[in-house]
């Protein structure tokens, strides 16, 4: 820090210049982030809240009453109107409060969490900080959580079950129905993770997805994250409970604060989240989000055309707006660095390796025919150059010992 300070002109040509070196939502071209640019309403709202704190909720009665018409909103979307929650920073907070509450609720010696393969890495860091065991869930041949391996997992030491309502890597919906009726009858705590999928699914009716939220006896909390399909300013998330008595488990006494008890991770919590989510559920309501969500899919399902025309293989066929692929010809790396020449940022997936689109609002038709273009590009260069040849043979082992994909 310097001794004196600059003017805002001098400092504001200097942010423009770190500014400068980031992607932008915008621009189309980052297709790996669930993530996208924030709607204007949301800004607007946000920073009119900017100075509350609903860590010390008493002082801004007004932002706590948005906050409980947000939670009202989102539950009676979810299946029950009558939950409680808070509005934090994002799934992972929202995942760490699930788990912590499941075992709060269910005291036993070593606890353990079931989560599929599938399951976010939020949930590492949650069994990391609250001391519980992951047991890991098989999938099916089509990427869901397979329910005979959660069976056989279960034991007297289950605190938890985490199933997926789009997944992060493929956006593919477990058979949440089937959790519930397992978890009623063992009595053990599931989790939703619908983190992604929770502001899509209720709003696609065409698609007639199964059941996923508090509809289902067995579900005691739900991850949603207005800050993806939501189109919140970002960091925004948040977590549901079916009932008091989990959030109350999570509680730690604040003496000192306005409000007696707390139960988010955090302490100070800004207020302006919350009030950007109240403004654009209210603005865009139901008819407004099921646009949004139905345009993505329509874009979703016109790039996953696309990609087996250029002659890449689809992973499967997509259920939410997410398109992972892979080619027998080239090996991912190789196709990812391309990409990247060409200025697309993308995401790989580890199980099974491929490359990920999400197909969020920011990205529209002309930039996937864009993006198209130059997949079909690197598809004819590698046919055209009839990989392998000797030397391509030799970068394509090199690399493949590198990824592992070579074994």
Same mark, same amino acid.
């Given at each position: ?69 947000? +939670?009202?909103?989102?539950?009676? @979307?979810?299946?029950? =109107?009558? *939950?409680?929650?808070?509005? /934090?920073? !994002?799934? &992972? $907070? ?52 397979? +329910?005979?391996?959660?069976?056989? @997992?279960?034991?007297? =030491?289950? *605190?938890?079950?985490?199933? /997926?309502? !789009?997944? &992060? $890597? ?238």
């Amino acid at each position: 820090m310097d001794k004196k300070g600059i003017t805002w002109q001098e400092i504001s040509e200097k942010l423009k210049r770190f500014k400068r070196a980031d992607m932008t939502y915008k621009s189309g071209r980052i297709l790996g982030s669930m993530c996208t640019c924030p709607h204007e309403i949301g800004l607007k709202a946000y920073y009119m809240f900017l100075e509350s704190n609903l860590g010390d909720s008493g002082l801004f009665e007004g932002t706590k009453k948005l906050e409980k018409e947000v +939670i009202e909103m989102l539950g009676d @979307l979810l299946g029950k =109107k009558d *939950v409680c929650g808070h509005i /934090i920073t !994002g799934g &992972t $907070e929202a995942n760490i409060m699930a788990m912590r509450a499941a075992r709060n609720s269910n005291k036993v010696k070593d606890p353990e969490i079931i989560v599929p393969k599938s399951a976010h890495f939020s949930f590492e860091k949650a069994a990391d900080m609250l001391n519980l065991r992951i047991r890991e869930a098989e999938l099916d041949d089509d990427y869901r959580i397979d +329910i005979k391996s959660v069976k056989e @997992l279960i034991s007297s =030491k289950t *605190v938890a079950v985490v199933g /997926i309502a !789009g997944t &992060t $890597e493929l956006g593919v919906i477990d058979p949440i129905e089937k959790l519930s009726n397992l978890c009623v009858a063992k009595n053990i705590y599931l989790h939703v993770d619908a983190a992604f999928g929770g502001f899509s699914i209720p709003f696609l009716k065409e698609k007639r997805f199964p059941k996923f939220d508090f509809s289902l006896e067995g579900v005691s909390s739900i991850t949603i994250d207005p800050h993806k399909m939501g189109l919140a300013p970002i960091p925004t998330g948040c977590i549901l409970f079916r009932d008091r008595s989990f959030l109350k488990s999570i509680s730690t006494e604040t003496p000192y604060l306005t409000e007696k008890e707390q139960s988010t991770i955090v302490g100070t919590r800004s207020g302006a989240s919350a009030a950007a989510t109240w403004a654009l559920l209210k603005y865009f309501g139901r008819d407004g989000y099921a646009k949004i969500a139905e345009g993505c899919m329509e874009v979703t399902e016109f790039l996953a055309e696309g990609i087996e025309k250029s002659g890449f293989k689809l992973i499967r066929k997509p259920e939410l707006n997410i398109v992972a692929f892979k080619s027998d010809k080239i090996i991912i790396d190789e196709i990812v660095s391309q990409l990247e020449d060409k200025g697309w940022a993308v995401s790989v997936t580890a199980y099974p390796k491929a490359i990920r689109i999400v197909v969020m609002p920011h990205v529209k038709m002309e930039h996937v025919k864009e993006f198209l273009d130059d997949l079909e590009e690197i598809h004819s260069k590698h046919v055209l150059d009839g990989l392998p040849q000797e030397n391509e043979k030799n970068t394509y082992l090199k690399l493949a010992d590198k990824t592992g994909q070579g074994k």
